[in-house]
């Protein structure tokens, strides 16, 4: 059974920064994961994704985010800086199964909320 877990969310003055981690456990495909996010009333959107060692960024967040992960502590990051008011959304973590598409997420984690301030 596959778990994954989100922390490092909060609130946050425009400006500022926060480093986002997933923690994972079970079988899952630890090169193709990602993380999406979701504002109230918006529909979810991908924000970065480590597609089999390709890397890629929504044009809202680059040379803003970096994802990044630590294979050794089943650990997916999400480092956020300059952040703004308009990156407040619940941020998740989804990651693939193994024998499926990168991109095809099966398995999401529960959420963590970031809120920034004007």
């Known amino acids: 059974q596959v778990h994954l877990v989100e922390s490092g969310g909060g609130s946050v003055q425009a400006g500022g920064s926060l480093r986002l981690s997933c923690a994972g456990s079970?079988?899952?495909?630890?090169?193709?994961m990602g993380w999406f996010r979701q504002a109230p009333g918006k529909e979810r959107e991908g924000v970065a994704a480590?597609?089999?060692?390709?890397?890629t960024y929504a044009d809202s967040v680059k040379g803003r985010f970096t994802i990044s992960k630590d294979n050794a502590k089943n650990t997916l990051y999400l480092q956020m800086n300059s952040l703004k008011p308009e990156d407040t959304a619940m941020y998740y973590c989804?990651?693939?199964?193994?024998?499926?598409?990168?991109?095809?997420?099966?398995?999401w984690g529960q959420g963590t909320q970031v809120t920034v301030s004007s």
């Open positions: 480590t597609l089999g060692g390709r890397i």
């Open positions: 989804a990651a693939a199964p193994y024998f499926r598409r990168c991109d095809d997420y099966n398995y």
């Open positions: 079970g079988s899952y495909n630890r090169d193709c």
